[in-house]
């Protein structure tokens, strides 16, 4: 699910970017830019995972176990709506296009320890409209997010699922905007799986996992309990529950915005709950329904006149994955 919660934030921080259409211990990140040196970014501090009980009836470790050559499709189903205001002004509810994505997983190598190295790609982007949705708005969009298609990663996580090393590689064909928001994306993937505990555990289980993440410039505490609803076969469905709060207050730079202006975030707080299923002889959810609704406040100020002017945004996501 958490690879769910990247995607999310992904849309929303591209629909930022184009507002005004509307008017951890050792692990590392690796970002490469085409026919450019590798840059290596030291990783967030490792989530702090928490066993809150262990549940009842039988137990056992869960652990992924996919095999070498494994191939994974998922299709991301992602609908958004905000609601925004500047000053005493509310801008009338958007209720923006469907995002359509298709995400490809391979296994390359599995190590005797267990970690678990794969290669992840979009295979396919694109948007869908209705009656209502402006022409011009899904021409910039699609040209924007379609300049993600073809982008490739790959990974390493351990059988637990906590990733430990990232590579993504940024074409430098790509505007200013989308490599913004792929380096915000390398950030967010070092969640794409979600940590499983150390302990063997049974239905009703439930483990917390605490950490900082930095999505779209705005850096957060995050945490997010997981309950085992069942397991069988292999295949585990769990119930999630995500709560994100700003850790300070904080200048935001989004590409685009006016030179005379600065952006800070005063406050931030999101949640998110769905169900997600997985395979544990695959990398990514096979299943996953979530709701989320995030509020977040900003005061903008020109240098030059030193005005100040409130922001208010309201997000809803509703996000569906169907994998095989």
């Known amino acids: 699910l ?7 934030f992904a849309g929303w921080g591209l629909e930022q970017n184009l507002r005004s259409v509307n008017a951890q211990t050792s692990s590392s990140v690796v970002i490469q830019t085409q026919k450019q040196a590798t840059k290596t970014q030291a990783a967030k501090v490792v989530p702090q995972l928490k066993v809150i009980s262990t549940g009842t009836g039988n137990k056992e470790k869960l652990r992924f176990t996919p095999k070498i050559g494994a191939k994974q499709t998922v299709n991301v189903t992602l ?3 905000t609601l925004m205001s500047i000053g005493d002004f509310k801008m009338p509810r958007a209720k923006l296009p469907a995002y359509l994505i ?3 997983s391979t296994v390359t190598k599995v190590d005797s320890n ?3 190295y794969y290669d992840l790609a979009y295979s396919d982007v694109k948007i869908k409209g209705d009656a209502q949705t402006r022409p011009e708005l899904i021409r910039v969009i699609s ?11 790959s990974a390493v996580i351990d059988n637990q699922g906590i990733t430990k090393k990232l590579n993504y590689v940024i074409p430098e064909t790509v505007d200013v905007n989308i490599k913004f928001l792929v380096e915000q994306l390398a950030n967010s993937l070092q969640q794409l799986s979600s940590p499983l505990p150390e302990e063997a555990v049974g239905t009703g289980a439930k483990w917390q996992v605490s950490s900082d993440t930095s999505i779209n410039g ?16 292999g295949v585990a469905t769990l119930n999630v529950n995500l709560q994100q709060q700003e850790k300070s207050t904080q200048v935001i730079d989004y590409p685009g915005l006016p030179l005379d202006g600065i952006l800070t975030l005063h406050s931030f707080k999101g949640n998110a709950k769905g169900k997600a299923t997985i395979h544990l002889d695959k990398v990514m959810p096979t299943s996953s329904q979530l709701s989320l609704l995030a509020d977040s406040k900003y005061i903008g100020k020109n240098i030059n006149t030193l005005e100040e002017t409130p922001l208010n945004s309201t997000l809803k996501v509703d996000l569906n994955i169907q994998g095989k």
Do not use: M, R, W
Request: without cysteine; charged residues 25%.
């Open 102 to 104: 298709t995400l490809d």
């Open 79 to 81: 609908n958004k709506d």
């Open 2 to 8: 958490a690879s769910s919660i990247f995607l999310v």
């Open 114 to 116: 267990g970690d678990i």
């Open 143 to 153: 040209k924007q997010i379609g300049q993600l298609e073809n982008f490739k990663a």
């Open 218 to 233: 705005i850096n957060l505490n995050q945490t997010t309990i997981y309950e085992l609803v069942n397991v069988k076969d």
